[in-house]
């Protein structure tokens, strides 16, 4: 099992380098204002202000906020536990992936939420839509908040224990 992962991890290296994917390279030459490597906590508060907070762009518990930097990102929490690409460049922290859009901002926050349907909607209020999403299949939740921000909350079942909450502007 230990050679498959070392394998894996070349492979996704190698595929990046080929590509010419080089925010890797260039976060290594960023001045950062503190620690390299940070101890940022990915936990959402979950209470009845949530969506009320999220109309402009924040979330209770999450100190990086829809429209901040990939710098403003890099210098309030180092460097990232993860890099990636998937559409974009993405950062990922603890529980949280920040998708970067125009002008390397964050337009897409993912969220690990740690409560079932039943659980969320019981705190914040029921959902503008609820049901299996015919695009892939999850159990989903969509709250339209006012200032154009979303929330699509998906779970594997009705009754999952917990979700992937994504928070977006259109």
Avoid: W
């Avoid at 990102?73 to 974009?88: A, C, W």
Wanted: with cysteine.
């Amino acid at each position: 099992m230990r050679v498959r992962s070392g394998a894996m991890v070349f492979f996704l290296i190698s595929v990046l380098m080929i590509s010419g994917y080089t925010d890797l390279d260039s976060i290594e030459n960023v001045q950062l204002t503190t620690d390299p490597y940070t101890d940022f906590k990915c936990e959402l508060i979950v209470d009845s202000n949530l969506l009320e907070l999220a109309k402009s762009g924040e979330l209770p518990g999450i100190d990086i906020s829809i429209g901040m930097s990939k710098q403003e990102i890099l210098n309030s929490f180092g460097k990232p536990d993860l890099i990636g690409k998937m559409h974009t460049i993405y950062y990922k922290y603890d529980g949280c992936i920040f998708y970067f859009g125009t002008g390397d901002q964050i337009g897409v926050m993912d969220i690990k939420l740690n409560m079932s349907p039943s659980q969320l909607k019981e705190i914040i209020g029921e959902p503008d839509f609820e049901g299996i999403s015919p695009i892939d299949s999850y159990y989903s939740l969509i709250y339209s908040l006012e200032n154009n921000y979303m929330f699509y909350i998906d779970y594997k079942t009705k009754d999952s224990p917990e979700g992937m909450l994504r928070y977006k502007i259109n």
